[in-house]
């Protein structure tokens, strides 16, 4: 599995972990680091001096590259910056906005940065601002998303760039990797799957809520107001279907839901928090240790490709 990224990162396996809010704490990101992988701690709308503790305890954790993610519209995002600079990690990624404003600062620091996008205009504009790489972020992924799917955009910002391109969005063992790497991906990004992990430190009825949810539970509210997010259907969710049917505002619809994710993830009400997943959720059945889930993705690649091989010659 060596790619560009792998040279980029110093990391044995291109496998990024999702910086999921209230999820990805320095735990599960040095869990990762440690399994081969590229762990993220997910700074969301927590302030700086929380992202800097979180740093310190992964590095007591790993001594492996590990980074954080980014989520731009943060009220706190340029004290998040000089602390992702000062604390010297291998990458960052980022979401929810551009941030090509940062990205001189970043690469005076060695900071690689991998912006999520959702388009491929976005993913060339980054390119020509100097990213080192983007993810391809498909609309099955779980929380905020886009419209296209990973199958459809994946090639197309391939295609569009020449920087490393990562894909994420319905990706949750062996197959799906082989899969973006047959779309040109050079590594993968995955969330949903990590959840479920061992060290994952998220409230056990989140967890839980994952591994038994169906094919169809991963829905999206918000579609209609233009803040579309994807999360497993509760009262919550039917809460938000029923205020897009009576043609809420924006505000409306972001107070219903204030402070949903922390709910459901730290104080464990599934039924009333946001459980952000994506649509994989229905195929994650175990809860499991990092080092397993790497290695399940990686092992069981050789028999995958495989499996291609006898279908092509047959």
Known sequence: MKSRICDLLGIQYPIFQGGMAWVSTAELAAAVSNAGGFGIIAAGGAPADYVREQIHKAKTLTNKPFGVNV????????????VVCEEGLAAITTGA??????????????????????????????????????????????GHIGELTTM?????????????????????????????????????????????????????????AVENAKDRDAVVSGRGIGHPVRSLKNKLTKGFEKLEAEH????QFEEYGAGGLRIAAVEGDVVNGSVMAGQIAGMVSNIKPCAEIIADLVGGLPAVLGHISEKLEG
């Open 71 to 82: 989520m731009l519209l943060s009220p706190y995002v340029e004290e998040i910056m000089k």
């Open 97 to 142: 906005g551009n941030p090509a404003k940062y990205i001189p600062a970043l690469k005076e620091a060695g900071v690689k940065i991998f912006p999520v996008v959702p388009s491929v205009a976005l993913a060339k504009k980054m390119e020509k601002d100097g990213a080192d790489g983007v993810i391809a972020e498909g609309t099955e992924s779980g």
């Open 152 to 208: 459809a955009l994946t090639p197309q910002v391939v295609d569009a760039v020449s920087i490393p391109v990562l894909a994420a969005g319905g990706i949750a063992d062996s197959r799906g990797v082989a899969a973006a790497f047959a779309l040109g991906a050079e590594g993968v990004q995955i969330g949903t799957r990590f959840i479920c992990s061992t060290e994952c430190t998220v409230h056990e009825n989140y967890k839980k």
């Open 248 to 251: 809420c505002t924006v505000e």
